[in-house]
């Protein structure tokens, strides 16, 4: 049976999603040709060889609309015969391209693909691609007839029912920060960077942040109405414990083991096994509890198997509430910080965690890893890279 292995990845830096951002100034389908020209340049792979590019993009609205993954490729000098697809699956786009192009590749559909994805918050704001219609419809009404809630009304009630308090949360951010600075003090997010437009770091980084800076914040969702509707939120999810809004892009290069030999092609890790779950879309952000169940159920492997975790930071609470379900071991999580110090540019965040991942695989000298992606809609992706 053909196997799906990384030969390389690679991702900008994060800027913020603001007029002052770094990348502010970037049009999103650059910032994705920027990634997809990095990855030729540092593999050396003859364009033409490339089967697809699959990549992923949330607010797929204005700059990033139609099919910006195409753009972006034959942007970044790619030949006009090579294909490209774009994928929404929320905040896991860019987890799930990449889950596509290796499925591709074991099938024998592919034999080289790259997976990417791509966000400009700053220049597409997140939710305006619903341009004041309902996405929902009748249907959705009718079976969730109380109605469903924001993501950061989610993140309240998880807070809520796993008993996470506010104290816990900004401890957790944090660390984050602190992570994230340590790690680019040692050095260790070198070879994952592309540097782009004079950014050279993760601009949501705040070295100097603490649990008494972050204690001084209000809630960032409080609301009269959800309070009568759900009167069990302490409402302590604030700007400073949740992920930030970003610009950015990342991507990853898949194929075989076999064609990667044939290409001369050192692989780095192995895409071991996938899963992808949904859950009750009211709490939203659970599904990656289940989701780490079943990849280690098809991997036939048991956490304690697992060396390294990436958990996408979309809220402290989420991650939180998960350790708690799993078990797992927070000093073997987001070691080099998450997405609430480093960014959560969300069409990109998918194959930048992957990215992060790979490379502190072979930092650590870890054997397996582990990723994991909180969606809205309440659904999840987990994949499990095995370090070659």
């Known amino acids: 049976m053909r196997d799906a292995v990384i030969v390389d990845a690679v991702r900008t830096p994060i800027g913020k999603g603001k007029p002052n951002g770094g990348l502010h100034g970037t049009h999103p389908v650059e910032l994705l040709a920027h990634t997809l020209r990095a ?65 591709g590749v074991i099938a024998g559909a592919y034999d080289l693909v790259i997976a990417c994805g791509v966000e400009s918050m700053g220049r597409v704001p997140m939710g305006s691609n619903v341009a004041g219609a309902d996405p929902f419809g009748p249907g959705l009404a009718r079976r969730y007839s ?5 993501q950061g009304i989610s993140a309240e009630l998880i807070a809520a029912k796993w008993g996470i308090g506010r ?29 782009l437009d004079g950014l050279t770091t993760d601009e949501s980084v705040r070295p100097n942040t603490t649990v008494n800076v972050l204690s001084g914040l209000k809630p960032a969702f409080e609301n009269p109405f959800m309070a009568e509707r759900f009167p069990q939120i302490n409402w302590s999810v604030t700007a400073g414990n949740s992920s930030p809004v970003n610009d950015g892009a990342s991507a990853v290069m898949i194929t075989s083991s076999e064609t990667a030999a ?24 659970t599904a990656i509890i289940p989701a780490t169940e079943k990849v280690l159920r098809r991997a036939g492997l048991t956490l304690a198997d697992v060396d390294l975790f990436e958990v996408n930071e979309a809220f402290a609470s989420v991650v939180l509430a998960w ?19 480093i960014g959560h540019p969300l069409g990109a965040s998918g194959t930048r965690l992957m990215t992060t991942l790979v490379n502190t695989m072979e930092q650590q000298d870890a054997h397996y890893g582990l990723q994991t992606m909180c969606e809205a809609g309440g659904q999840a992706n987990a994949t499990i890279l095995e370090l070659l």
Request: aromatic content about 4%.
């Open 262 to 285: 044939r290409l001369g092609l050192k692989p780095r890790a192995r895409l071991h096994s996938f899963a992808v779950t949904g859950a009750d879309p009211l709490l939203m952000l």
């Open 146 to 150: 109380e109605g469903l809630v924001p």
């Open 39 to 103: 990855l030729i340049e540092r593999t050396g792979v003859d364009p033409t060889t490339i089967d697809d590019v699959i990549g992923g993009a949330v607010t797929q609205v204005g700059e990033q609309s139609m099919n910006i993954t195409r753009w972006a490729a034959l942007s970044a000098g790619l030949p006009e015969s090579v294909p490209a697809t774009t994928v929404d699956r929320q905040c896991g786009s860019s987890q799930q391209a990449a889950h596509f192009a290796a499925q």
């Open 167 to 195: 104290t816990a949360m900004d401890e957790f951010s944090a660390l984050s920060h602190q992570k994230a600075a340590a790690a680019y003090t040692d050095g260790r997010f070198t070879d994952e960077l592309a540097p």
């Open 323 to 341: 350790q708690q379900e799993t078990g797992a071991n927070l000093a073997k999580v987001n070691v080099k910080g998450g997405a609430i110090a």
